[in-house]
């Protein structure tokens, strides 16, 4: 044993049964003690709350479990968050379920807009939560699920579909010439490329986009994003550029979008998805490739 | 049960190219991981990847480097293969689409890092994390690697054998987060653990609500030892108000710091007179806190990055993610005024001790990336040098569990070659709250009775998934008790407030007083959530049991070093002290009882021996 310790903790963990029992009886008296003390901080902060009302938000959060009585008819349920400048539709959410109900489920990690996790339908709009700031929105502030996609439980929904689309598209880069050290791009093409590779995969455009809604085959605008980051990727060569217009074109392609821009207005990362794919049906054309 | 030859725990850039190198060797190879892949926080690194790629820099100049911003805490082994494998690794990025920034005759883009002798920071804008993560998880795609995503593993499946290092892993237990059901995953020939930081040991962090820790701890438990814990980065330039990352990047392409005086401090008050912004990031967290407490901060609280002098054009083609990130997290557009920057936990430069294949001392246990602990980093990791680590010891710990013989490595792990005692003077008992006993196993420990190492690869793997059935329904069953949310909060306030940049001997010991209270409420830990649905309070409440030991982990060893190395500063002992501390802290999990020794740290390297010497910038 090589961590030292003083003598009066060593007393409370040596086997003696009496000690140990007094190390427990004192451990429960604290316990008791951090009991009452929660209450009591519980209740300074409710009292808090209702003393200053325009510091708080209400937030209506749609509420759905499967296999919880009361939850399996969905609902919507209050909260009342207590606002500091800055605070994100996230950070509400965190703060009401580490403070008043811990089966509020949603998803989240890395609080700033680059995993893609949290997109939301916030006040009738497809919304990344974390980056979306209270202070921009209307009260109360609704927060429900992604319209169009299975609901898992509240905030959550099935994203397989979603993923299943991505990679429809043969989303990796492929050439039939690779040389031995690196490969060459020029700066502009690095830049035509650029803002497609932004795509944090959040799936708030497939969400807005009518036309997915309607045709569950359509590849949607994130997919369509993603192969337009290697279609225009000079690396990959001519060849390959007509193999990806193929797949882009087959009956649920590009050819579906009815240029409403509905994905590019809620884009949280800016990329100009109804333009890229518009250039895709363009390049398309060029080719003089069949179309249905 | 599933079954696969590897199971790689975790899908960012280790995992991911764990997972690929595994196949490559002729593995059956499955991910499982809490998050789906691209998820993960791999994608959050902005900065770039260190590769000697060009004329005129070589790999011995990064090792140089790496070793002298590790203060001579790194192991030349380890410091060497990465700096060796590096510039193909990133060639290999490049032939699977990386969008890298290009220079004008189409060459990837290299920039200047801090502590780094040659601009050999190969990058993708402000983004290089988010390009490495997803042109990784594309080769995934395209090679049909099976991943399953949310899925959070929480026991390893282990032998029980008296010496962890005679021991052997044989799979995993996970359960399915969407459904709830509890799985057990058989490893025929390894596991691989790529699960990242443990930045929410700390509440102001540029880490994710992800990163726990949750590979480290349950090595740990396993009886794999934790190394050089106490060596925390504090990242200089984090957004005050979210912790949000600002890359290193700003400076390295010419970004200056201000104190609310309008003074370079850097160069006004002498922290780093030759290298000013561009130090190491230790030297410059220092730097900027030791500015606030002398009063000269803005608020009290942070100091200046100004990046306005490099004009419009030049931030928009190589930062322009800082400007997004800036707006939305701080409300400022830094093309027209200043960014408000404080130091922010960032890395662990300690972990799972590994050697240099990315193998434990537990036979068929790896680990690879943040999580592990080669030693690459030694007492501090210098910017860029973290997503090298990723592909190139990721690359080696999938080949080197698929079966590929990668020769006999240099550093040896657990308690094999030179290796002595450790003593620190704690005031309470670090460790287990119960001695021994059936609660150990309730709450992740090891299992209470012993085989001796005489049970078959599956019954190890149906016992772990029994121990981790009981403890799951333990914790759903309790019907009162305290929300793993509050004690968290508590660990998180305690460690930034006391291990932070600066440490002195009574805040450390006020951390380990704060970590027994809370291990003793997570005595009555319980889960309000009873759904089998999707139930992140269950598995946050099993998180926070992992944040709790890689806690004390770090204030074990912050407390027994006492001495000035890198990232970690002593209020008592303001200096190196080589004659006694060229050694790792080593931390194992004695059935609940924190045991400290020493293992000297190897600085031969291939051609040459690295001398210590005073580290200035």
């Known amino acids: ?98 403070h008043y109900d811990s089966s509020l489920t ?182 003089n490739l069949k179309f249905w | 049960m599933y079954e696969h030859d590897v199971i790689v725990v975790g899908g960012g850039g280790a995992g991911l190219r764990a997972a690929i190198a595994a196949q490559e060797e002729g593995a059956d190879v499955a991910i499982v991981s809490k998050l789906h892949p691209v998820r993960s926080h791999t994608g959050a690194a902005e900065g770039g990847i260190n590769a000697a790629l060009r004329d005129g820099d070589s790999w011995e100049k990064h090792a140089y480097d790496t070793m002298k911003g590790s203060d001579y805490l790194g192991d030349a082994p380890a410091i060497e293969t990465l700096c060796q494998d590096s510039p193909d690794e990133v060639v290999q990025l490049e032939h699977w689409g990386l969008a890298f920034s290009r220079d004008e005759d189409g060459r990837m883009s290299q920039r200047p890092f801090g502590g780094m002798s040659f601009p050999r920071t190969t990058y993708a804008g402000a983004e290089t994390g988010h390009q490495l993560l997803h042109t990784m998880y594309e080769q995934l795609v395209k090679r049909g690697i099976q991943v399953y995503d949310e899925w959070y593993v929480s026991r390893l499946a282990v032998s029980d054998e008296e010496d962890p290092a005679d021991r052997t892993c044989h799979g995993v237990v996970a359960y399915d987060i969407q459904s709830g059901e509890l799985s057990a995953f058989r490893a025929r020939k390894g596991v691989v653990l790529a699960t990242g930081g443990p930045g929410q040991v700390f509440d102001h962090t540029t880490n994710a609500v992800s990163n726990t820790g949750d590979g480290v701890a349950m090595a740990y438990r396993a009886g794999v030892p934790m190394e050089d814990m106490e060596f925390i980065q504090f990242h200089p330039t984090s957004l005050p108000s979210t912790g949000v990352l600002i890359s290193e990047g700003v400076r390295g392409e010419g970004g200056i710091l201000y104190n609310s005086e309008g003074e370079r401090f850097m160069f006004e008050y002498g922290y780093a007179s030759n290298d000013g912004e561009l130090a190491s990031r230790d030297v410059v967290s220092r730097a900027e806190l030791s500015e606030v407490n002398a009063g000269r901060g803005i608020e009290d609280e942070y100091v200046h990055l100004d990046m306005r002098h490099l004009g419009e054009e030049r931030i928009l083609d190589r930062l322009e993610n800082i400007l997004h990130l800036a707006k939305d997290f701080e409300g400022v557009n830094g093309l027209e005024e200043p960014m408000p920057v404080k130091p922010g936990q960032h890395y662990a430069m300690g972990g799972i001790e590994t050697d240099e294949n990315g193998e434990t001392c537990i036979s068929g246990l790896y680990a690879a990336g943040e ?22 010891f990721g690359k080696r710990a999938g080949h080197h569990a698929a079966g590929r013989d990668l020769g006999k490595a240099k550093i040896q792990t657990g308690k094999r070659g030179e290796w002595e005692v450790g003593e620190v003077d704690t005031p309470v008992e670090p460790g287990d709250v119960s001695a021994s006993g059936e609660d150990v196993v309730a709450d992740g420990g090891a299992a209470a009775s012993s085989s ?34 509050e004690i968290r909060a508590e660990v998180q306030k305690s460690m930034t407030r006391n291990v932070n940049v600066f440490r002195e001997e009574e805040g450390l010991k006020q951390a380990l007083r704060d970590l027994r209270e809370a291990r003793e409420k997570y005595e009555d830990v319980y889960v309000a959530d009873k759904s089998r649905t999707f139930n992140t309070d269950l598995m946050q409440t099993i998180e926070t049991r992992n944040i709790l030991d890689l806690a004390e982990a770090i204030t074990l060893g912050a407390l027994a070093r006492d001495e000035f190395r890198g990232a970690h500063w002593r209020k ?46």
Not at chain 1, 29 to 47: F, G, H, L, T
Not at chain 1, 86 to 97: F, H, K, Q
Not at chain 1, 177 to 200: A, F, H, V, W, Y
């Open chain 2, 572 to 617: 008592e002992n303001q200096e190196r002290r080589d004659d006694v501390w060229l050694k790792h802290t080593m931390l194992s999990w004695n059935d609940g009882r924190p045991e400290l020794w020493y293992r000297p740290v190897i600085l031969e390297g291939e051609e040459k021996t690295y001398e210590p010497k005073v580290r200035s910038y």
């Open chain 1, 106 to 287: 949603f998803r989240h990690s890395c609080r700033q807009a680059i995993c893609g996790s949290d997109a939301m339908f916030v006040n009738g709009r497809q919304r990344l939560s974390c980056k979306t700031q209270l202070s921009d929105l209307e009260e109360p502030v609704r927060v429900e699920p992604l319209p169009h996609q299975e609901v898992v439980k509240d905030l959550v929904v099935d994203m397989e579909h979603f993923y299943d689309q991505m990679e429809a598209v043969e989303p990796y880069f492929q050439t039939n010439d690779l040389p031995e050290g690196e490969q060459l791009q020029s700066r502009e093409n690095r830049e035509k490329i650029k803002m497609s590779t932004r795509c944090i995969w959040c799936g708030a455009c497939m969400s807005s986009c009518n036309i997915a809604a309607g045709d569950n085959q359509y590849l949607g605008p994130a997919a369509i994003n993603k192969a337009y980051r290697f279609t225009m990727d000079e690396r990959e060569g001519e060849e390959m550029k007509q193999h990806r217009l193929e797949i882009l074109e087959q009956e649920h392609g590009v050819w579906r979008c009815q240029t409403q821009f509905s994905c590019t207005e809620v884009c949280p990362k800016d990329i100009p998805l109804t333009e890229h794919i518009q250039e895709l049906k363009r390049e398309a054309v060029k080719n």
């Open chain 2, 452 to 485: 001796g190492g005489s049970l078959s690869p599956e019954e190890y793997v149906d016992r772990a998934l029994d121990a981790e059935r009981a403890r799951v329904e333990s914790l759903l069953n309790k019907e009162e008790g305290v929300q793993h949310a």
């Open chain 2, 371 to 392: 999580c592990a602990c080669a030693s690459v980093h030694g007492s501090n990791r210098l910017g860029g040098n973290a997503l090298p680590e990723l592909i190139v």
């Open chain 1, 1 to 98: 044993m090589s961590t030292q310790v003083p003598e009066q903790v060593e007393e409370e963990s040596s086997a003696d049964a009496e000690q140990q029992s007094a190390a427990q009886q004192s451990r429960m008296e604290k316990k008791r003690q951090n009991a009452a003390a929660r209450e009591s901080q519980e209740q300074a902060e409710a009292e808090e709350k209702a003393s200053s009302e325009e510091d708080t938000y209400l937030l209506k959060v749609f509420r759905y479990d499967p296999e919880v009585a009361g939850k399996q008819e969905p609902r919507f349920d209050d909260f009342h968050v207590p606002y500091h400048k800055g605070m994100t539709v996230l950070d509400a959410l965190m703060y009401a379920r580490d």
